[in-house]
């Protein structure tokens, strides 16, 4: 069972988002910080990534990380500003589904590259495959048709 995603606060959003507006060299108007929340977020993408869309993403994945089921949490936690960047949308489909950063691994590979380690350490049970009953032949034994 895979756990949730959290609800990543608007606050945390709003901190990633500062911190790679300083880290990219670049700042925002001084003004940005007596804005409301959602219009400070919306400013420091705008000034991070222009027109083009972002999406907030984890890094690494959820699904790379370890989960605490007593705590119910991720290990590092799933709203960490330090593990959380926003990227441009294409740029988050290519790091989750293609290729991954640099030689890696996509997110989506890496996942199901662990699942097989696991398998073959015998870690991760596979499920029992159920037994398909046979169907009873309609057609008695001995008959014959036409002749």
Same mark, same amino acid.
């Given at each position: ?55 907030? =993403? ?7 990380? =370890? ?39 996509? =997110? ?40």
């Amino acid at each position: 069972m895979n756990p949730r995603r959290p609800y990543i606060p608007l606050a945390v959003r709003v901190k990633v988002a500062e911190r790679q507006l300083v880290y990219s060299g670049r700042s925002s108007s001084r003004f940005v910080k007596y804005f409301p929340l959602g219009r400070r977020l919306k400013s420091l993408l705008q000034d991070l990534f222009g027109d083009e869309k972002a999406h907030l =993403d984890h890094y690494p994945a959820l699904v790379l990380r =370890d989960y605490d089921i007593i705590l119910k949490r991720y290990n590092p936690d799933a709203n960490d500003p330090d593990y959380l960047i926003y990227r441009t949308v294409h740029s988050h489909h290519i790091k989750t589904n293609v290729h991954g950063e640099g030689a890696q691994r996509s =997110d989506t590979a890496e996942r199901m590259h662990r699942r097989r380690m696991a398998e073959n350490r015998g870690e991760r049970k596979r499920k029992p495959k159920a037994k398909i009953a046979q169907r009873k032949n309609p057609w008695p034994k001995g008959r014959r048709f036409g002749g």
